[in-house]
């Protein structure tokens, strides 16, 4: 039984990692867009790209990675999902803000940095408030 669950939380952890490579695709993707292309403010291009990738990661988050209960309000997770994102975006332009504008990183690298650290927090807070 005990191997079981490490085997299921191995495949978990391996199924979050693709999701959140996928987001941080796109997240990075149109954060470089908005800002090099369309010539906005990288915190403004940074919250407007983590919004993006936070509605791919919800789909695949809930119906492939975490085992969310069916018996469940799907208008409860998705509230619970969307605050534990919003909490996720503040860290992450704080990240981006203290690193950029603070320490002086270049904000393409600082993105990877603030992504690593909402990645770890998302992967707990979602396991503990989402799964049955």
Same mark, same amino acid.
């Given at each position: 039984?005990?191997?079981?669950?490490?085997?299921?939380?191995?495949?978990?952890?391996?199924?979050?990692?693709?999701?959140?490579?996928?987001?941080?695709?796109?997240?990075?993707?149109?954060?470089? !867009?908005?800002?090099?292309? !369309?010539?906005?403010? $990288?915190?403004?291009?940074?919250?407007?790209?983590? !919004?993006?990738?936070?509605?791919?990661? $919800?789909?695949?988050?809930?119906?492939?990675?975490?085992?969310?209960?069916?018996?469940?309000?799907?208008?409860?997770?998705?509230?619970?999902?969307?605050?534990?994102?919003?909490?996720?975006?503040?860290?992450?332009?704080?990240?981006?803000?203290?690193t950029?504008?603070?320490?002086?990183?270049? $904000?393409?690298?600082a993105?990877?940095?603030?992504? !690593?650290?909402?990645?770890v927090?998302?992967?707990?807070?979602?396991?503990?408030?989402?799964?049955?």
């Amino acid at each position: 039984m005990k191997e079981e669950k490490k085997k299921s939380l191995l495949q978990q952890m391996i199924r979050f990692g693709f999701v959140g490579g996928g987001a941080f695709l796109i997240d990075y993707g149109v954060m470089i !867009a908005l800002t090099e292309l !369309a010539g906005i403010n $990288y915190l403004l291009s940074s919250g407007i790209s983590f !919004a993006v990738s936070v509605i791919f990661n $919800y789909v695949l988050s809930i119906y492939w990675v975490f085992n969310v209960s069916g018996q469940r309000s799907k208008t409860r997770d998705f509230v619970v999902f969307i605050v534990l994102s919003v909490i996720g975006l503040g860290l992450n332009q704080l990240i981006m803000w203290i690193t950029v504008d603070r320490i002086g990183i270049f $904000y393409m690298v600082a993105k990877i940095g603030a992504t !690593a650290v909402v990645m770890v927090y998302n992967f707990i807070t979602r396991k503990l408030f989402l799964e049955k």
